[in-house]
């Protein structure tokens, strides 16, 4: 069973960082692409950040140039690094999967910018 656990949420202040981290059961992010997503309440769930199996990153321009995506396969471990953080970060922040046809969600950190 595929299971995914996200860390590292909090309260920051705007300007301030954080580094989530999504860690995986088994050998399972070294078979292809890894996805940050975030949901604002009220909102959709959209994509913030995605790394291929070849650790090509592509980000939404929201997000581009403040955060990083990094993996550690050997870990089974995935990062996502955000800097000059904003009110408007301010979600619910899922790690997501997509293998053997089937989508994967950790069950999210809390991510909250404000002063």
């Known amino acids: 069973q595929v299971q995914l656990v996200e860390s590292g949420g909090g309260l920051v202040q705007p300007g301030g960082s954080l580094r989530l981290s999504c860690a995986a059961s088994g050998s399972i992010f070294s078979m292809g692409a890894v996805n940050w997503y975030r949901q604002a309440p009220g909102q959709q769930r959209e994509l913030v950040a995605r790394?291929?199996?070849?650790?090509?990153?592509n980000y939404a321009d929201s997000v581009n140039g403040r955060f990083t995506i990094s993996r550690d396969d050997a870990k089974n471990t995935v990062y996502l690094q955000m800097n000059s953080l904003k009110p408007e970060d301010t979600a619910v922040y899922y790690c997501n999967i997509v293998r053997f046809g089937l989508p994967f969600w950790g069950r999210g950190t809390q991510v909250t910018v404000s002063s």
């Open positions: 790394i291929t199996s070849g650790g090509s990153p």
